[in-house]
């Protein structure tokens, strides 16, 4: 191969390293998402399935509250603005969320930046970025509140804070995360709905009965017997005698009373 054939490859590869694209699965980099139901495995909701990019197989994850993570973070504005998401929302450049190649969807996080100490806090709701050397890509309007805008990229912290249900809750004002998620904050009593194995099928339930009458609902994860549990809680009950009513009005049978 002649040395101009070899400077006109490079330069290809170049360009196209720098440019993505967008389907109906979602935010990719110039890839295509493959997000086939493994066999053997219980996937039930469709964003912690496994997917590839690039041939590189990504695994949504667990997290727990109070974990760190580092690395760089970059942002995407308006070429991708009004296009979908990877969770089905239409991207919004203007709204306080970002994308993680693996993060559990509408995860709550903290991201500062370490070269000025800014922080701000935004919902994943897509995938991305799908460049080794960075772990999430924020919003223009993240980007800018932690002053990233012209330099494109930045050295950056993220912390979990919690987890938010999709279209339960905007996150247009900061001010309202500030004291930490929702999921932290609990009633004297909760009435706990299920015990899972699987955090699919714990997401599953909570999605079904989150603002059942009000009431909220969280994932507890915790450790049994060296076992990894999933706990799904019905949340804002003031008292013994609210919970055993709304146990015995809604018919739960299966329902247990948690002292919070």
């Known amino acids: 191969m002649s040395m ?14 720098g440019c993505s694209t967008r389907t109906r699965d979602g ?22 399935r496994p997917y590839s990019v690039h041939g590189k197989r ?36 203007h709204s306080m969320t970002a994308a993680h190649k693996t993060l559990p969807m509408n995860t709550i996080v903290r991201a500062t930046n370490k070269s000025n100490g ?8 897509d995938r991305g970025p799908f460049v080794d050397t960075r ?22 912290k993220l912390e979990i804070l919690g987890f938010e249900q999709k279209g339960k809750k905007s996150i247009s ?5 500030r004291k930490g998620p929702k999921e932290k904050v609990l009633g004297s009593f909760a009435i706990q709905l299920g015990s899972f194995t699987k955090f699919e099928g714990a997401l599953y339930t909570q999605e079904k009965y989150d603002g059942f009458s009000g009431y909220k609902t ?37 329902a247990i009373i948690i002292r919070e």
């Open 4 to 17: 101009t054939r070899i400077f006109l490859l490079s330069l290809i590869l170049l360009l196209l390293d």
């Open 27 to 48: 935010y990719i980099h110039h890839g295509k998402v493959s997000a086939q139901k493994p066999s053997g495995k219980n996937y039930s909701h469709p964003t912690m």
């Open 58 to 93: 990504y695994y949504p994850s667990i997290v727990h509250i109070g974990e760190v993570f580092h690395g760089r973070a970059s942002w995407y504005g308006p070429n991708f603005n009004g296009k979908l998401t990877s969770n089905g929302e239409t991207y919004n450049m």
């Open 118 to 125: 800014k922080s701000v806090i935004v919902r994943i709701n």
């Open 135 to 156: 772990i999430i890509d924020l919003s223009k309007k993240a980007a800018m509140q932690i002053g990233m805008i012209k330099t494109g990229t930045a050295p950056i």
């Open 173 to 177: 004002s900061v001010k309202k995360l």
């Open 218 to 254: 969280i994932i507890k994860d915790i450790e049994l017997s060296d076992n990894r549990v999933f706990r799904v809680l019905l949340t804002g009950f003031k008292s013994d005698e609210e919970a055993k009513d709304f146990i015995k009005e809604k018919q739960l049978q299966s």
